[in-house]
């Protein structure tokens, strides 16, 4: 047997199939600048029935990056798996602190604090893309996504204005992995022959809470806006 003409044979008839299979696949990438928040419940054993948690945090500046590969499984629906770096967090409301009258020229003492609590997520997302209209699509699908970092960042202000900060780790029993949704809409855009852009407003939002076994439960969410590439 002649392996040589074997092997030529396979080549050739094994080339458009690869080929084809190659003009599928494509590799992105895209930010999303959002607001990032935390969505609260409570059970029994909350011990401020009163106090609602979102009157005391307000959301702040996060979002995420990152890249990802595509297959398109037909000239509507595409399937993609990447990773992204995903910044969420909160911070509390300024609290004005009574200084008493024999300490109010004190410079060690502040009149105002508040917080900051920041959460460093590595994501593996996973979605699906179907394009209802030429320049239109639909994307959704879930994160698996790990917390490598929950910081807190304590702000002080003092009469004369000056400002301090400190950063320290939280000590809490929280979850590590979490499994988050995401959905979005967007257009998209020819920036080349091989290359698209796209925007996309999103919404991403955690199905596990974020400390274990606490009366007070907190699930991450970021509401954004995706902008991105994706090169075939």
Not at 123 to 143: A, E, H, M, Q, W
Request: proline share 6%.
């Amino acid at each position: 047997m002649n392996y040589k003409n074997v092997l030529l044979v396979y080549v050739l008839f094994s080339s458009p199939f690869v080929m084809a299979q190659y003009e599928k696949i494509s590799f992105g990438f895209e930010v999303t600048p959002a607001i990032t928040d935390w969505r609260a419940q409570t059970n029994e054993n909350y011990p401020f029935p009163g106090i609602l948690f979102a009157s005391q945090v307000n959301g702040k500046f996060g979002g995420s990056i990152g890249v990802y590969s595509a297959y398109g499984i037909s000239e509507k629906i595409e399937i993609s798996l990447g990773v992204n770096y995903y910044l969420n967090g909160v911070k509390t409301n300024k609290i004005d602190i009574f200084i008493p009258p024999f300490l109010e020229d004190d410079p060690a003492i502040p009149d105002v604090v508040w917080n900051a609590y920041n959460i460093h997520f590595v994501t593996i997302p996973l979605r699906v893309k179907y394009n209802f209209l030429p320049s239109f699509y639909i994307r959704g699908g879930g994160d698996f996504a790990y917390i490598v970092d929950y910081r807190v960042v304590s702000y002080q202000q003092f009469p004369d204005e000056r400002k301090s900060t400190s950063q320290s780790i939280e000590n809490v029993d929280y979850n590590k992995i979490n499994i988050n949704a995401n959905l979005g809409i967007g257009y998209q855009f020819k920036i080349s022959d091989r290359i698209l852009g796209y925007v996309e407003p999103s919404f991403n939002m955690s199905f596990m809470r974020l400390v274990k076994d606490v009366p007070l439960s907190e699930y991450p969410y970021y509401v954004g806006l995706t902008i991105g590439s994706q090169l075939k």
